[in-house]
Each structure stands twice: as C-alpha cells, then as structure tokens.
C-alpha cells in the first residue's frame, strides 16, 4: 500500500531556532500534500495545501512567513518552522494526495520548543 | 463554517461489545468521508473511505457508512477487542479534510 514517510518524529529546540519537517510518498507520486497541527486532546487542523511546483496554499490565521512550506518534487514536502516559539510547540502531520482523493498520512512529528 | 462532530467524545466498553461511532457534519457538498484511527502520539491510519456516490464501505470488523441527506457517518465496530482502543476521527472531503475531534476508544479486556 502508499506509504508516507515523514521525518523527524521528534524534535527538540532552542527558541529562536528553525526546524524542518520532511514528508515523503514512497512508492506513489503526489501532486498535492497537506500538513496540519494537533494540539494536545484536540483535532487536526489543516494549516497549507501544498502543490508541487506552486506556492503553498494557507489556511486563514496560519502565517505564511513563519511556516515556509516547499513542495520542490512530486514525492517530497517540507515544512519549516521559522524563530520557533514554545507556542510552535505541537504535533505536525503530513498527509499526501493519492488516487481516487485518499489520503495517506505519515507518522507525524512532535515538536517540542524550550 | 463547515463543522464536523463527533459523538460520543470517550467510550468505554468491554471486550467483544459491538459498537458504533457517531460522526455529523454540516456541509453535504463532499468528495467523500474518511474514517481514520489515531494511537497517542502517532499518525493517523486510513481506515475506510466512502465516496458521496456511496452508502457504506466495510473492512474486516468495521463498517462505516454514509447518509449524505442527513449529514450522518457512522462506524460500527463488530466484536470490539483491546487492540481497537485508540482514537477514531471521521473527515470529510470538500477538496481539503475537515476532521472531528474525534472518540477515544478504551475496550477493556
């Protein structure tokens, strides 16, 4: 089956620091990506669509500037936080686009800001 | 806004009950709704998809279906065991997801 791998599963940083989040689609082509956030006892909320070769797409509230997002090739997205905050802190998932619009999610990202 | 809900929030059941999970939304101009289990921590699983044209979709011991009239999805869970404890999110499909909170699931052996 599609398999999306998303890279790290857990990080730790300094405030003011930048991490990136990778997410792959193994064996399967993605045309469209998406990353959201969870907060702890609570639901994924979608922060950008991301379409390979174009700028990302923001959901409303969601900062542009502090959350870059590159889709540079049909099996790779990133997301980067930018000067992260302890209010960055939270859980990231990605999620890839694959036939008949199902969604393949990979295993998320606990980020973690001192 | 399109909102999704579902109900109930926790559940706790014994080991072999059958089960159903409730899940309403409020915009029935969807592509499709997927069901998804989360454990603590981790991603989430695809569990079933039903397209709009469609009414349920079954996998193993579950059952989902969808009643786009009435804005209801249901997941039913045939002789629940403890490793069915998790998390389940129902999402619809406009062309971005829209998740529930979700029901925490705890089968006691």
């Known amino acids: 089956g599609a398999v999306v791998s998303q890279h790290p599963s857990r990080v730790i940083c300094k405030s003011g620091t930048s991490v990136k989040i990778e997410c792959r689609s193994l064996d399967f082509q993605a045309t469209t990506m998406f990353w959201y956030r969870q907060f702890p006892k609570k639901s994924l909320m979608l922060m950008a669509t991301?379409?390979?070769?174009?700028?990302?797409?923001?959901e409303q509230g969601v900062e542009k500037d502090k959350f870059l997002i590159n889709h540079a090739s049909l099996t790779l997205s990133t997301l980067t936080v930018t000067s992260a905050h302890p209010e960055d802190s939270s859980f990231y998932i990605c999620?890839?686009?694959?036939?008949?619009?199902?969604?393949?999610f990979g295993s998320g990202t606990q980020l973690s800001v001192l | 806004k399109q909102e999704v809900t579902q109900i109930p929030a926790a559940l706790s059941v014994p080991e072999g009950e059958n089960l159903v999970l409730n899940c309403s939304f409020t915009d029935s101009a969807i592509y499709n709704l997927q069901w998804f289990r989360q454990d603590p921590g981790k991603g989430l699983t695809s569990l079933l998809l039903?397209?709009?044209?469609?009414r349920e979709q079954t996998s193993g011991r579950l059952n989902a279906s969808l009643d786009k009239s009435s804005g209801r999805s249901t997941l039913y869970i045939a002789a629940s065991q403890p490793g069915d404890s998790a998390t389940y999110l129902c999402a619809f499909n406009t062309g971005k997801l829209i998740f529930g909170q979700g029901t925490t699931l705890q089968v006691k052996p």
């Open positions: 039903i397209q709009s044209s469609q």
């Open positions: 991301s379409n390979e070769g174009s700028k990302a797409t923001y």
């Open positions: 999620s890839a686009r694959g036939r008949a619009e199902k969604l393949f």
